[in-house]
């Protein structure tokens, strides 16, 4: 029951656990005192001897009540601070680990488990540093001070109480093996259904719509009935041992006071030894009794501690580092993709021989039909992917020698969800440069074409702008997360499907800043709305996974081929639903 690893990595908590033994130790020895002043009075009253100092009694019963007291106090806070430790400790590793993992993390552990761990199984864990290992260590200590104070009063009745004492650890390592069985089960059911509930309530609006809601909620029930039926198990096992635990503590106890009488009878002891060994048998299961309680709650801790254990030993790669001449080399940037195959899975290739080239000041739009391996390319060129032949160099040097964060310096990327924080337009904008300036704020905010608006709110940079942005239109969201993107001042900027789900007029907004920082920088284009990108300099069309052509829009279109017909049936499509809607109002 004491784990190294743990016991390794939370080392500063070790004094605490050490000090709160301490105090215990002290506690019983006042206790034991306390109680051999009491038997010794007892008797000096059974023999009619009232010579005693009653004063000075009292004043050494007070002065040990004191002590004992103060030493519980001090056990209580020692205890306190070596979970408090221990909670922080855990919480930043998992937390630094989480940063070494970035993206990434959620290959290790899901979104939701990460935070059970993070709450409820540092919390667990917070109980077995806390409680349990000094009880673990006092269980032993307290039981042999008191066999050694017992045996000067009745040898006999202090070794039968001795040889019961292991009778309650038997019990604890007979559940031990079957403890950890079942509440890894549970941890796991636990983790299980945290992830299902966390995932349909994200997804909740799109349930509604589709009007799935009510089946989910039989799922989540039926999740919920195993998590219940699993919970109870652990329960009938922690209240069987406890009921065990008893028997064997009270039993002994019980056993103790017997043997108290019988010797008291015999007349080998006095009444006033048989009161203390009466009174020091209940002591004696007492620490046992107290770490079988606490063994469960730490067993449930361990079982956390497995999945934690298997988000910190996830293996970070090793960043490659950049020599000064290579990073000079990273400005005013052109990509050249050249090769490239990838897969998810290493079976069903999602890219095949793909090249492309997109050189500095200039824009390159990737279309195609969705699924064809757009967002795949995007997802290289951030290296939040892997290629599995060929590759992805940047003026030359190969993305797999570039440290991620200095590639986030070099490449910005901008989504149709970028998120909006619930914070200020200025602490949203900051994100992108820290130390920005108020005038290099409203310049990005020109650029982005959201100065007007800015300006014209009462509160300007400070305007809140809710809960994912909820205070904004979708335009005026991604024209600021646009503004975000200029701020941090990329060599390179992606933009996947950035305008979509916006209004015509932030669409062309956008699309007008795209163009003129694609006469300063590199751009990368996707969109599936091929009329936004027909003044690309170079375009890709893929298609299945491949590159079927390349060329600019008006020699695309001389080609009569996929773009030309996908470019035809989009066209077609606008215009017939441009129609229907001068129709409708005019009706």
Known sequence: MVDKRLLSICKEPKKYIFLT?????????????????????????????????????????????VIRFICN???????????????????????????????????ALSTSSTVQIAVDGVEQLEVYFGRFLPQL???????????????????????????????????????MKFAKKLLSKYWGIYTNLGDSFLENLQGLTTLKIFDLDEEKNEEMNKEAETFRKVTMKVLTMQLSSITIMDLIAFGGAAVGILLAVNELSKG?????????????SSEFFIPLRLLGSFFHIATNGMAASDKMFKLLDTKVKEEPKLSKEDCEKLKDISINIKNVDFSYDKERKVLKDINIEVKNKSMVALVGE????????????????????????LNGININYIPFEELRKKVSFISHNSYIFNTTIAQNLKMGKKDATEKELYNAL??????EFVVGLED??????????????????QRLALARMILTNPEVYIFDEATSNVDVESEDSILKTIY???????VIVISHRLANVVNADKIYVLDKGNIVESENHKELMKNNSTYCNLYTNQTNLESIYERELEVAVSE
Request: hydrophobic share 45%.
């Open 460 to 477: 300007k940079l400070d305007t809140k702008v809710g809960e994912g942005g909820s205070l904004l239109s979708g335009g005026q969201k």
């Open 446 to 451: 020109k650029i982005a074409n959201l100065y």
């Open 73 to 107: 106090y001090m056990s209580g806070k020692f205890s306190h601070n070596s979970s408090g430790k221990v909670r922080s400790i855990l919480r930043e590793k998992i937390y630094k680990k989480l940063l070494e993992l970035g993206v990434d993390y959620n290959n």
């Open 137 to 175: 260590f006092y269980g032993l200590l307290g039981p042999l001070t008191l066999f050694a104070v017992m045996a000067t009063i009745s040898l006999k009745a202090a070794l039968v109480l001795l040889v019961c004492i292991p009778l309650i650890p038997i019990s604890i390592a007979s559940v």
């Open 370 to 393: 969705s699924g064809c391996g757009k967002s795949t390319i995007t997802n290289l060129l951030l290296k939040l992917r892997e290629v599995d032949n060929g590759e992805v160099t």
């Open 516 to 522: 003129d920082i694609a006469k300063e920088k590199t």
């Open 268 to 280: 080998n002891i006095t009444v006033g030894g048989a009161v203390i060994i009466i009174l020091l």
């Open 21 to 65: 033994v301490l105090m215990n130790w002290i506690s019983v020895i006042c206790n034991i005192g306390i109680i051999l002043f009491v038997g010794n009075i007892i008797d000096k009253l059974y023999k009619n001897d009232l010579s005693f100092s009653i004063g000075n009694y009292v004043i050494i019963l007070s002065m040990l009540m």
